[in-house]
């Protein structure tokens, strides 16, 4: 059954099935009930707030005081609304790919505006280096170069725990891309040896492939993430600023523009 659901994806759908999954966990159809009360509500008391000052405060003083009263009012709610799960699942998947990201910038010796897979262009300026290896294996996956990308698979090392796990891990992650079959259970028996820092770090890659497994055969995508998360502590407070600025910006821009037609609104009903 889940290598029929799989078969009629794309790679390209299926890079991002985690992350449409995550959307999906608090959605209704296309409606992301996080952004619709948060944003319902940063609009609903910016009208109030304009209502009140009608007529004690010129614009644009007055735009400027609805913009930022939306902004305060929608941000926290947005944030507050998500599922507690879902939230969690999220903070395991912020943590993983700051992780991630903090890894081959310091391999790569320079710093990078996102998670490499999310740019896959960053390959043909890859130094051939033993540490980037493992890099060069997902990106290849990522633009539909199987035959090489498992080619340079086999000719990795497997001297050490983290090294096996993560043969382990790229063959999922190859796998997956290319619609084959899982390799989940071959990270589950890797993960064990890895007994220094990137235990937990191992352990979030489990989760995450099995939750991306779920995501493209209708199983429970929040279940793997979130229950790992008691587990990170305040890790993901260190990678959390991005995940928090992109709502807080989104929220910035809605703002500006609620405001505009908040003022318009008032206009016409009074």
């Given at each position: 059954m889940l290598h029929a659901v799989m078969a009629t994806l794309t790679r390209a759908e299926r890079l991002i099935a985690l992350r449409e999954g995550l959307r999906r966990a608090q959605s209704i159809g296309p409606l992301s009930i996080p952004v619709v009360v948060g944003v319902g509500s940063g609009f609903l008391a910016s009208f109030v707030v304009d209502a009140a000052l009608y007529g004690l405060v010129p614009t644009p003083y007055r735009q400027f005081i609805d913009a930022m009263?939306?902004?305060?009012?929608?941000?926290?709610?947005?944030?507050?609304?998500?599922?507690?799960?879902?939230?969690?699942?999220?903070?395991?998947?912020?943590?993983?790919?700051?992780?991630?990201?903090?890894?081959?910038?310091?391999?790569?010796?320079?710093?990078?505006?996102?998670?490499?897979?999310?740019?896959?262009?960053?390959?043909?300026?890859?130094?051939?280096?033993?540490?980037?290896?493992?890099?060069?294996?997902?990106?290849?996956?990522?633009?539909?170069?199987?035959?090489?990308?498992?080619?340079?698979?086999?000719?990795?090392?497997?001297?050490?725990?983290?090294?096996?796990?993560?043969?382990?891990?790229?063959?999922?992650?190859?796998?997956?891309?290319?619609?084959?079959?899982?390799?989940?259970?071959e990270m589950s028996q890797a993960a064990p040896e890895v007994t220094d820092e990137r235990s937990l770090v191992a352990r979030a890659m489990i989760a995450a492939a099995k939750a991306r497994r779920a995501a493209v055969g209708g199983g429970d995508v929040i279940g793997p993430l979130a229950a790992l998360r008691p587990d990170l502590g305040d890790r993901p407070g260190r990678y959390a600023f991005p995940y928090s600025a992109g709502i807080i910006l989104s929220v910035v821009i809605i703002a500006l523009v609620a405001s505009a037609a908040i003022t318009v609104a008032a206009a016409f009903i009074r």
């Open positions: 009263t939306f902004a305060l009012v929608a941000a926290p709610i947005w944030l507050i609304v998500q599922r507690p799960a879902v939230r969690h699942a999220i903070e395991v998947m912020t943590f993983l790919n700051g992780w991630e990201t903090e890894r081959w910038q310091h391999e790569v010796g320079r710093r990078l505006p996102g998670l490499p897979r999310s740019t896959p262009e960053i390959l043909d300026a890859l130094p051939d280096t033993m540490g980037l290896r493992p890099l060069r294996i997902e990106l290849l996956a990522v633009r539909g170069e199987y035959e090489e990308a498992w080619e340079r698979l086999e000719r990795l090392p497997m001297d050490t725990p983290w090294q096996r796990f993560e043969r382990a891990a790229l063959e999922e992650w190859i796998s997956f891309v290319s619609n084959g079959p899982p390799h989940v259970e």
